[in-house]
């Protein structure tokens, strides 16, 4: 079970700003889209403009606070976005036209895409460079806790089905970020960079660490897939019964939450974090054929298929996400870390915004043929990833050391 915790210091109060937010999160990702169209009266159309313009703003204003954070310090930037976020999730509560709504969702995206970003360039500032990965994945394994927890809260809200239950699910929310705001101010500040000679927002003009984002989204596209990718196709191409979506989403959540941590420890350096990635996309290849044989058979067929597959992708996701924390991290110059993961962070929002779009046309549209292709597609994302992550590390000023070098 000690395993489980991060080390005391900055690593267990950083775990635990994470844990205060993700519980709310959770509620919020269970119950959102019901609570705008019962409470707040939108239809499905509406919502989904909504929340696709709130995200591509949220991603284009990630990289400009993440330069924030730098220059003005992690810790108050990270606390400041914090208490946003949460002044954003109140205002859904009284907004009940889609103006209202798209800007509370443009201020919601907004906050949340800078805290990522902030709260990197607080750990990058806190904990050292070797046990950065090791810490990223306490704080995977710590946000799929609260998300777990939080999804349980969620579902009393759906099971009740009230206005009163779906706002109290949103008042949580906001009060999850108040929490955090709080805990962070129990994180010791770090220092503030000097603005570095050069371009403003130099992460744009860095053309390897770009290509290596844009690949790293390719390889984010696993991420709808828990959310909308399998739910989907078990209803509409499967036998398999519809309560095993609720199965796979804990088996996923629970098996992060347990060996995500062991699974970094032999992330090291640019080299083991590549060949992580590599192994990751033979994975999801693997993971990608066998869903797609939970077609046109029995339903018993179909689940074990499907559990199968789960158990492939969810061993896939922990070896990327651990690679990509690696890379993402080293190949930022210091000085630049809220910048650069800023950037790094549009992956996220690009595959969670374009990535139901590409799943539905794959999977639903295609049918099996479409497992494969997206599995070919990501396979060769893992693999391009390592000639690029040598060109980003061969393009580093000299003063600007880049461990592990060595990538085969």
Not at 188 to 206: F, I, M, Q, S, Y
Not at 231 to 247: F, G, K
Request: charge should be positive; proline fraction near 5%; aromatic fraction near 6%.
């Amino acid at each position: 079970m000690t395993n489980l915790l991060p080390p005391r210091g900055p690593q267990r109060t950083l775990a635990l700003a994470q844990l205060s937010n993700s519980v709310g999160d959770g509620a919020y990702y269970v119950t959102s889209a019901l609570y705008f169209t019962h409470v707040v009266g939108l239809d499905a159309a509406k919502i989904g403009l909504g929340l696709t313009v709130a995200w591509a703003i949220g991603s284009l204003v990630g990289v400009p606070l993440g330069r924030l954070a730098d220059r003005r310090g992690p810790r108050g930037t990270a606390m400041l976005l914090a208490v946003a976020t949460a002044a954003a999730v109140a205002s859904f509560l009284v907004v009940r036209d889609f103006v209202p709504f798209l800007l509370a969702a443009c201020a919601y995206a907004t906050a949340q895409s800078g805290l990522a970003a902030a709260r990197q360039a607080l750990l990058a500032g806190l904990v050292t460079k070797e046990e950065r990965t090791g810490a990223l994945a306490h704080l995977q394994s710590t946000l799929n806790a609260g998300l777990a927890v939080g999804a349980g809260l969620g579902g009393v809200a759906l099971s009740l089905g009230t206005d009163g239950a779906y706002l109290t699910v949103f008042a949580i929310d906001a009060v999850s970020f108040l929490a955090c705001a709080y805990v962070l101010t129990r994180l010791p500040a770090v220092e503030p960079v000097p603005a570095a000679e050069g371009a403003k927002l130099a992460v744009l003009r860095d053309r390897p660490y770009a290509v290596m984002t844009l690949l790293n989204t390719v390889l984010l596209l696993r991420m709808p897939l828990l959310s909308l990718g399998i739910p989907l196709w078990i209803t509409e191409r499967t036998e398999a019964p519809e309560w095993l979506v609720s199965a796979l989403f804990i088996l996923n959540t629970g098996a992060v939450m347990l060996f995500q941590v062991r699974t970094a420890r032999a992330v090291t350096g640019l080299g083991t974090a590549a060949r992580a990635i590599r192994r990751s996309g033979v994975l999801m290849l693997l993971t990608c054929g066998v869903f797609a044989l939970s077609t046109g058979v029995s339903a018993w067929a179909a689940a074990i298929a499907l559990i199968g597959g789960s158990v492939l992708l969810v061993v896939a996701e922990m070896l990327q996400s651990a690679g990509s924390w690696q890379l993402g991290f080293d190949l930022a110059p210091p000085g630049r870390i809220g910048e650069y993961q800023g950037f790094f962070g549009t992956g996220v929002t690009v595959a969670r915004t374009l990535g139901p779009l590409l799943l539905t046309l794959l999977l639903i549209e295609v049918g099996a043929a479409g497992w494969l292709l997206l599995g070919g597609l990501i396979l060769t994302a893992s693999y391009a990833l390592g000639p690029v992550t040598r060109w980003a590390a061969a393009a580093r000023p000299a003063d600007e050391p880049v461990r592990d070098q060595a990538l085969k």
